[in-house]
């Protein structure tokens, strides 16, 4: 019905809004952040300075984190779509995040191959890949590997994605999504929520199946694309 339809679109509307500002704050931040640590390495400080710009500093990392797990919407209003192969997006994601990871102690095992081709977005579905990599691999304290693969199920791709971490309980998992859940210490809570949205728009869907204490596996269900 009619006011259903303004609320769905009223939502619509402040998403955009959101994620437009989140666009706009991305640089002037970056900027910010840059000096603040240049003011931190002088050695004239007294503490009391010092401690002023740990804080600042503590308070943009924040913020920038809220940033990037929100830009991806900043998309959304554009909308678009094109052909693309997702295991491509999906090894570029694997590119960026490996370093890092091996850093902490985690192997990322790529087993993705072949020609998916689904009509999406690219930086939607990169935010997706990046939010759901980065979660597998927080969740590892430690050292422990992320296994990343892909299979066809009839029309659909299917992207899996397992970790041998801390794993979830029945709550956790009843939460994910929720705007601001998180269990991290410097965690949004924002992540999971982004991917959802995204996946639901390109009418997939992700399933998780948890252990507390042995890890999780995340499937994403996305509709191949037609043929041209
Ligand atoms: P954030 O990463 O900022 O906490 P997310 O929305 O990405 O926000 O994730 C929300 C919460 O879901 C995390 O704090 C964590 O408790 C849980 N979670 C998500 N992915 C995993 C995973 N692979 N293993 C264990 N817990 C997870
Ligand atoms: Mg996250």
Redesign the pocket.
């Known amino acids: 019905n009619r006011v259903q339809i303004q609320q769905a679109e009223r939502v619509k509307l402040i998403g955009e809004m959101a994620a437009s500002v989140a666009h706009e704050i991305k640089n002037p931040l970056t900027i910010v952040m840059g000096f603040t640590q240049i003011l931190k390495g002088d050695k004239n400080l007294t503490e009391k300075q010092h401690s002023s710009l740990q804080l600042i500093d503590s308070e943009l990392n924040r913020a920038q984190k809220i940033i990037y ?1 929100y830009l991806s919407l900043a998309k959304t209003n554009e909308k678009d779509f094109e052909r693309l192969n997702c295991v491509e997006v999906i090894e570029n994601v694997i590119d960026v995040t490996k370093y890092h990871a091996q850093i902490s102690g985690v192997e990322i095992i790529n087993q993705t191959n072949g020609n998916f081709i689904v009509r999406a977005n690219r930086n939607e579905l990169t935010q997706v890949f990046l ?1 759901m990599i980065k ?2 691999v ?2 590892i304290d430690g050292s422990g590997q992320v296994i990343v693969s892909t299979q066809q199920v009839g029309k659909y791709l299917q992207v899996t994605i397992i ?1 041998n ?4 309980d029945e709550e ?1 998992v009843n939460s ?1 999504g929720t705007p601001y ?4 210490e410097n ?7 982004v991917c959802f949205k995204i996946i639901d728009s390109l009418k997939g869907e992700i399933n998780v199946t ?1 252990i507390k204490g042995e890890g ?1 596996t ?1 499937k994403i269900t996305l509709p191949l694309a037609d043929e041209e």
């Open positions: 797990d939010n979660n597998a927080e969740s970790d971490g801390k794993g979830m956790d994910l859940f998180t269990t991290k965690g949004t809570g924002l992540g999971m929520m948890s999780t995340f």
